[in-house]
Nanobody, 114 residues
């Protein structure tokens, strides 16, 4: 059973940076795309960024220019570089691998203090 494991979350002050990592138990090529989602308390889970096998990316409007998604197929790892963090970025961040059925990681907490 394929697994995704996130890491890199934590507490950071507004304006700071974090890099999230998502390590897969098998090749990233088995997924048509990798995505990062987030869910804040009392809100629905939302797409933050997504990257396809062909390296095409798309971002939520709220993070454009601040976040960058990337993937290293050799390391079976997807990344989310988050800069200029804001308190409203506080959420649990989930990695997702898209194929016939979406595979989800367990999530990592990101807290941005003002």
């Amino acid at each position: 059973q394929v697994q995704l494991m996130e890491s890199g979350g934590g507490l950071v002050q507004a304006g700071g940076s974090l890099r999230l990592s998502c390590v897969a138990s098998e090749s990233l090529s088995s997924f048509t795309a990798m995505g990062w989602y987030r869910q804040a308390p009392g809100k629905q889970r939302e797409l933050v960024a997504r990257i396809t096998l062909s390296m095409r990316t798309n971002y939520a409007d709220s993070v454009k220019g601040r976040f960058t998604i990337s993937r290293d197929n050799a390391k079976k790892t997807a990344y989310l570089q988050m800069n200029s963090l804001k308190p409203e970025d506080t959420a649990v961040y989930y990695c997702a691998g898209e194929r016939a059925g979406t595979v989800w990681g367990q999530g990592t907490q990101v807290t941005v203090s003002s």
